[in-house]
DNA sequence: ATTCCAACCTCT
DNA sequence: AGAGGT
DNA sequence: GAAT
């Protein structure tokens, strides 16, 4: 409940963040601060702090915008004209075809008498020649649209249905019998529709839609259902279906972006190396009963080299859209009836069910509009080597990086939607023109395209990357309980070194222990003492209640050869979370703090009558290195949501709650619920719990094929 | 100009 | 509310 | 930053 409120100002404050920023060459600002705060100046009082002013890390936009509207118009003008005369200019991704305006090609043309005449007429002029996009992407072909209201000429309608043509829908005048969707706009009602057309009873063969699902469509590259909630036209009928009968999919590239703030660690594990063996273990976790044990198995690797999944971060961030459309629509890959799987994954782990079973009717038909999503996402098929975008790439991601270190969120996920989209191209973009053509690239990332493919090099990231400020915001941002906000208020301020925070900064109390302690929690943790840690934490609650079960969770689970933490999950079947909450809180912990395991609690919801989560700070026996310890508290029924979520990685989870939502559902660390209403962000109504206790019925509600742990890296 | 956006929990 | 965290 |  209030995640609501918090979320929308969230946003709120990510947007206005943006506003100010604006580029150009942003950085230098930052070391303007550093001039002018001399460490003398180091203020000392709190008083001097209350009036220091949050500085941003941008300053103002001095630079005027690109602007380039004028220009672009006459060049697309003159590109069109030109296309016109000669219709296949090898480098234009659009062809220009005439079409006449209401329905073409259509069987039983609804035809072209228009209704009135004389506005109608101007528009049919004005819009007889359309850019079909190519076709292969014409999703709405064949489909016949019918925009109410119909004689409005409002710029962003016009603008909307040309853009509905543009992808191969046929725009009908009039009332006709192929109409297969009602497009109503934003203000109208289902009543007005009805009064209008005169037709009580509403054809259930037409697909009644409010104005944003065309766009929609295209965004995901394919027909969404229409019965989805988000799509429902005011004052209609509401049909209990949610979208089960949902007839169609669609595609998006879409996003799942991170803002991973604190520096983003390179998970490197995964595919133990060769030799190495295996311990790659698994838990395995079947049915409603959580039988959360570990089961080693053996030696996976077969062949190490292939998948050196040593991606780095930056790398997994990106994720959403790998590989992308073009392939033949349907059963995306499950391969399930070779069981050889010769090229990759050995999913030698996966858990539970005997090889033999092989299980292959299990994956669901993604339908096409959800590939795209990082969740669903085979693996790690392609990538990093064979890449011919490989350089650029890499240097475009530097400069994700750093957005992302700044705090930029928009601009990080277009840098993301850049990357994937270059990263899906098969040959090696080398032009600006070339580069602009491609859906997700822009004026500007075009141009840096450009310049690292003539220079290997951007002059952009020599001042961004490296800077002295940028150094120093990297290592307060090290500290636990210190996010950006604050690391770039210590720099404005003129702190410039762990110790002159440690001697003059006011810190808060996990600042402090985070400043202290700076070096352990900088250290990763061996899954072998991320075992140790669990096993002792393990062990302490046994002792109470047998019956009640521990899971290492986090990159542990996801196969990791070292973890930033230690991820616990604590269930027991039948138990409440407050059941578990007061055996954790009241019993367990204490003694832990006794046996001098324990060493601070960080949030240890000791205000909150409901929390669900402990965390703090642990020592293995015969080691003084602190380590992070994360605990979650999870009633039985909520197990399946909430190895999910825990189990992440966070793209991933991101991953699967953008695909859940653009299913009308919500998927969040308790479980998955269908039905939920939202009104502009903000969630009207909760919805109903689907399933919580469940994982991989989860995911298959989801329409997203079983993943293994291992698997869930993006 | 606006949208893009995961969904929560805890502390100050 | 805004910052931090998972 | 890109697309609308
Ligand atoms: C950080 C983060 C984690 N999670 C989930 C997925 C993570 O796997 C799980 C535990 O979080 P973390 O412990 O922060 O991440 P991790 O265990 O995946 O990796 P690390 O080795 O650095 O510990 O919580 C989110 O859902 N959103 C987030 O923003
Ligand atoms: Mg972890």
Same mark, same amino acid.
């Given at each position: 409940?209030?995640?609501?409120?918090?979320?929308?100002?969230?946003?709120?404050?990510?947007?206005?963040?943006?506003?100010?920023?604006?580029?150009?060459?942003?950085?230098?600002?930052?070391?303007?601060?550093?001039?002018?705060?001399?460490?003398?100046?180091? *203020? #000392?009082?709190?008083?001097?702090? &209350?009036?220091?002013? !949050? $500085?941003?890390?941008? /300053?103002?936009?001095? %630079?005027?915008?690109?602007?380039?509207?004028?220009?672009?118009?006459?060049?697309?003008?003159?590109?069109?004209?030109?296309?016109?005369?000669?219709?296949?200019?090898?480098?234009?991704?659009?062809?220009?075809?005439?079409?006449?305006?209401?329905?073409?090609?259509?069987?039983?043309?609804?035809?072209?008498?228009?209704?009135?005449?004389?506005?109608?007429?101007?528009?049919?002029?004005?819009?007889?020649?359309?850019?079909?996009?190519?076709?292969?992407?014409?999703?709405?072909?064949?489909?016949?649209?019918?925009?109410? *209201? #119909?004689?409005?000429?409002?710029? &962003?309608?016009?603008? !909307? $249905?040309?853009?509905? /043509?543009?992808?191969? %829908?046929?725009?009908?005048?009039?009332?006709?019998?192929?109409?297969?969707?009602?497009?109503?706009?934003?203000?109208?009602?289902?009543?007005?529709?009805?009064?209008?057309?005169?037709?009580?009873?509403?054809?259930?063969?037409?697909?009644?839609?409010?104005?944003?699902?065309?766009?929609?469509?295209?965004?995901?590259?394919?027909?969404?259902?229409?019965?989805?909630?988000?799509?429902?036209?005011?004052?209609?009928?509401?049909?209990?279906?949610?979208?089960?009968?949902?007839?169609?999919?669609?595609?998006?590239?879409?996003?799942a972006d991170s803002l991973p703030l604190?520096?983003?660690?390179?998970?490197?594990?995964?595919?133990?190396?060769?030799?190495?063996?295996?311990?790659?273990?698994?838990?395995?976790?079947?049915?409603?009963?959580?039988?959360?044990?570990?089961?080693?198995?053996?030696?996976?690797?077969?062949?190490?080299?292939?998948?050196?999944?040593?991606?780095?971060?930056?790398?997994?961030?990106?994720?959403?859209?790998?590989?992308?459309?073009?392939?033949?629509?349907?059963?995306?890959?499950?391969?399930?009836?070779?069981?050889?799987?010769?090229?990759?994954?050995?999913?030698?782990?996966?858990?539970?069910?005997?090889?033999?079973?092989?299980?292959?009717?299990?994956?669901?038909?993604?339908?096409?509009?959800?590939?795209?999503?990082?969740?669903?996402?085979?693996?790690?098929?392609?990538?990093?080597?064979?890449?011919?975008?490989n350089h650029t790439i890499e240097v475009?991601?530097?400069?994700?990086?750093?957005?992302?270190?700044?705090?930029?969120?928009?601009?990080?996920?277009?840098?993301?939607?850049?990357?994937?989209?270059?990263?899906?191209?098969?040959?090696?973009?080398?032009?600006?023109?070339?580069?602009?053509?491609?859906?997700?690239?822009?004026?500007?990332?075009?141009?840096?395209?450009?310049?690292?493919?003539?220079?290997?090099?951007?002059?952009?990231?020599?001042?961004?990357?490296?800077?002295?400020?940028?150094?120093?915001?990297?290592?307060?941002?090290?500290?636990?309980?210190?996010?950006?906000?604050?690391?770039?208020?210590?720099?404005?301020?003129?702190?410039?070194?762990?110790?002159?925070?440690?001697?003059?900064?006011?810190?808060?109390?996990?600042?402090?222990?985070?400043?202290?302690?700076?070096?352990?929690?900088?250290?990763?943790?061996?899954?072998?003492?991320?075992?140790?840690?669990?096993?002792?934490?393990?062990k302490a609650i046994q002792a109470v209640?047998?019956?009640?079960?521990?899971?290492?969770?986090?990159?542990?689970?996801?196969?990791?050869?070292?973890?930033?933490?230690?991820?616990?999950?604590?269930?027991?079947?039948?138990?409440?979370?407050?059941?578990?909450?007061?055996?954790?809180?009241?019993?367990?912990?204490?003694?832990?703090?006794?046996?001098?395991?324990?060493?601070?609690?960080?949030?240890?919801?000791?205000?909150?009558?409901?929390?669900?989560?402990?965390?703090?700070?642990?020592?293995?026996?015969?080691?003084?290195?602190?380590?992070?310890?994360?605990?979650?508290?999870?009633?039985?029924?909520?197990?399946?949501?909430?190895?999910?979520?825990?189990?992440?990685?966070?793209?991933?989870?991101?991953?699967?709650?953008?695909?859940?939502?653009?299913?009308?559902?919500?998927?969040?660390?308790?479980?998955?619920?269908?039905?939920?209403?939202?009104?502009?962000?903000?969630?009207?109504?909760?919805?109903?719990?689907?399933?919580?206790?469940?994982?991989?019925?989860?995911?298959?509600?989801?329409?997203?094929?079983?993943?293994?742990?291992?698997?869930?890296?993006?």
């Amino acid at each position: 409940m209030s995640g609501m409120r918090s979320k929308a100002s969230f946003f709120r404050a990510l947007d206005d963040l943006d506003r100010s920023d604006d580029s150009q060459d942003d950085e230098d600002s930052l070391e303007h601060l550093l001039a002018r705060a001399k460490p003398a100046e180091i *203020p #000392n009082s709190t008083a001097a702090l &209350s009036n220091t002013e !949050r $500085i941003t890390l941008t /300053r103002a936009n001095t %630079a005027p915008s690109p602007s380039y509207t004028d220009k672009e118009l006459q060049e697309a003008v003159a590109q069109d004209a030109h296309s016109r005369r000669r219709p296949q200019p090898s480098e234009s991704n659009l062809r220009t075809v005439k079409r006449s305006q209401t329905t073409g090609t259509m069987p039983s043309t609804t035809s072209g008498h228009k209704r009135g005449g004389g506005p109608a007429l101007k528009k049919r002029r004005t819009n007889s020649i359309i850019k079909l996009v190519p076709e292969e992407q014409q999703i709405f072909k064949d489909l016949v649209f019918f925009f109410f *209201p #119909n004689n409005d000429v409002s710029p &962003s309608r016009r603008l !909307r $249905i040309q853009r509905a /043509r543009e992808y191969g %829908a046929h725009w009908a005048l009039d009332w006709t019998e192929n109409i297969t969707h009602v497009v109503v706009d934003k203000d109208l009602q289902y009543s007005d529709l009805i009064k209008h057309l005169n037709l009580e009873p509403f054809p259930d063969n037409v697909a009644l839609v409010n104005e944003t699902y065309p766009a929609e469509c295209i965004r995901f590259r394919s027909i969404l259902s229409p019965s989805q909630v988000r799509f429902r036209v005011e004052g209609s009928t509401t049909f209990g279906q949610t979208d089960a009968p949902t007839p169609a999919p669609a595609t998006v590239p879409a996003s799942a972006d991170s803002l991973p703030l604190k520096a983003p660690r390179k998970e490197k594990q995964q595919t133990p190396e060769l030799s190495q063996s295996p311990i790659r273990q698994v838990i395995h976790d079947s049915e409603p009963a959580p039988a959360p044990e570990v089961v080693s198995t053996p030696a996976v690797p077969e062949n190490s080299s292939e998948v050196t999944r040593q991606r780095d971060a930056l790398d997994e961030i990106i994720a959403e859209a790998k590989a992308t459309s073009l392939l033949p629509l349907d059963l995306i890959d499950s391969s399930d009836e070779e069981p050889g799987d010769s090229d990759s994954e050995s999913e030698s782990s996966d858990p539970v069910p005997s090889r033999s079973k092989q299980e292959p009717r299990g994956e669901p038909v993604v339908e096409t509009w959800a590939r795209n999503f990082a969740c669903i996402q085979k693996f790690d098929p392609n990538n990093k080597h064979d890449n011919p975008n490989n350089h650029t790439i890499e240097v475009l991601q530097q400069m994700l990086d750093y957005y992302t270190r700044t705090g930029d969120l928009w601009r990080t996920l277009a840098y993301r939607k850049g990357i994937n989209a270059l990263r899906r191209q098969t040959k090696k973009v080398t032009s600006k023109t070339e580069a602009r053509s491609i859906p997700g690239i822009g004026e500007r990332l075009a141009d840096k395209i450009e310049e690292i493919v003539l220079t290997d090099h951007l002059r952009r990231l020599d001042h961004t990357n490296e800077t002295e400020a940028d150094k120093i915001i990297q290592e307060f941002l090290g500290i636990y309980g210190c996010g950006l906000a604050q690391a770039s208020k210590w720099v404005a301020q003129g702190y410039r070194s762990l110790s002159d925070l440690r001697e003059r900064a006011p810190l808060t109390k996990n600042q402090r222990i985070g400043l202290e302690r700076y070096r352990d929690f900088a250290q990763r943790i061996p899954r072998k003492e991320v075992e140790a840690h669990g096993a002792v934490v393990r062990k302490a609650i046994q002792a109470v209640d047998k019956a009640m079960q521990v899971i290492i969770g986090g990159s542990y689970r996801r196969g990791a050869l070292d973890s930033g933490d230690i991820d616990l999950l604590i269930t027991k079947p039948d138990a409440t979370l407050e059941q578990i909450r007061s055996l954790i809180l009241d019993t367990v912990v204490p003694q832990l703090f006794q046996d001098g395991f324990l060493q601070v609690g960080l949030q240890t919801s000791r205000r909150n009558g409901d929390g669900s989560k402990w965390q703090g700070a642990s020592v293995i026996p015969g080691s003084t290195v602190w380590r992070r310890l994360d605990l979650l508290f999870v009633p039985g029924a909520e197990f399946g949501a909430a190895m999910v979520y825990f189990t992440g990685n966070d793209i991933f989870n991101r991953s699967m709650r953008l695909l859940a939502r653009k299913k009308g559902m919500c998927l969040n660390q308790r479980g998955l619920f269908t039905d939920v209403l939202r009104n502009a962000q903000v969630k009207v109504n909760p919805g109903r719990l689907v399933e919580g206790r469940d994982e991989r019925r989860i995911f298959a509600l989801l329409g997203v094929p079983w993943r293994p742990p291992e698997q869930r890296i993006c």
